[in-house]
């Protein structure tokens, strides 16, 4: 049974950092391009951020450039999504998924496997 456990999240100040996890289970990390993705209340789910297979391509949405950096270790089967300078439009549920394609997308439909999502806040 494919899995995968989000954690990290939080509420902290504006400003403040936030390093979310995302660990696998029933399949191979090292296969998969993985993402992070977030719904803030309201709005529809949109990409964060996306590493691929290798960890030699990455790829940010504009917001967030500069300030979130998204690793793997693909021998701890985990990615993690290290989140600095946070601002309240930050706030939202943070997502992992894993991509069977393997480079870097920010496309949902690619994604095949989800997990259930952390939350985050950022209080001004």
């Known amino acids: 049974q494919v899995q995968l456990v989000e954690s990290g999240g939080g509420l902290v100040e504006v400003g403040g950092s936030l390093r979310l996890s995302c660990a696998a289970s029933?399949?191979?990390?090292?296969?998969?391009?993985m993402g992070w993705f977030r719904q803030a209340p309201g709005k529809e789910r949109e990409f964060v951020a996306a590493?691929?297979?290798?960890?030699?391509?990455?790829y940010y949405t504009d917001s967030v450039k500069g300030r979130f950096a998204i690793s793997r270790d693909n021998a701890k089967n985990t990615v993690y999504l290290q989140m600095n300078s946070l601002k309240p439009d930050d706030t939202a549920v943070y997502y992992c998924?894993?991509?069977?394609?393997?480079?870097?997308?920010?496309?949902?439909?690619?994604?095949?496997?989800w997990g259930q999502g952390t939350q985050v806040a950022v209080s001004s």
């Open positions: 998924a894993a991509s069977t394609y393997g480079s870097t997308s920010n496309v949902e439909y690619e994604y095949d496997n």
């Open positions: 029933g399949l191979t990390l090292s296969s998969y391009g």
């Open positions: 590493i691929s297979w290798n960890s030699h391509g990455t």
